[in-house]
């Protein structure tokens, strides 16, 4: 079955990084656009960053453009999140997702549900605070 373990999280200052991780197993992983999604504390889930199967094509939320890289490796299907100048407003849970169709991005809303994907996994918490 399909599995996504994220992890990588933890508490941070202001300012500082954090490389989230995700492993990826029980399904081709190089034909899926794979997500980070994040849901802040009494908030609704929010779209953080996609990638193309190839990862040749990412796209960002604007807030966390030019500060967040994702990226993936086909041969450890594995999916990463590499943080920096992390803010206060960054504090939540990540969670990294598959699309629910294969080589197709179907999910574009910045608020999307954790439904509207394939699979999800438990999440990494990160908090940033000094």
């Known amino acids: 079955q399909v599995q996504l373990v994220e992890s990588g999280g933890g508490l941070v200052q202001p300012g500082g990084s954090l490389r989230l991780s995700c492993a990826a197993s029980?399904?081709?992983?190089?034909?899926?656009?794979m997500y980070w999604v994040r849901q802040a504390p009494g908030k609704g889930l929010e779209w953080v960053s996609v990638?193309?199967?190839?990862?040749?094509?990412?796209y960002y939320k604007d807030s966390v453009k030019d500060r967040f890289t994702i990226s993936r490796d086909n041969d450890e299907n594995a999916l990463y999140l590499q943080m920096y100048s992390l803010k206060a407003e960054d504090t939540a849970v990540y969670y990294c997702a598959q699309d629910k169709k294969p080589h197709f991005r179907t999910v574009v809303t910045d608020n999307p549900r954790l439904e509207d994907f394939g699979a999800w996994g438990r999440g990494t918490r990160v908090t940033v605070s000094s």
């Open positions: 029980g399904f081709t992983f190089t034909s899926y656009w």
């Open positions: 990638i193309s199967p190839n990862g040749g094509t990412k």
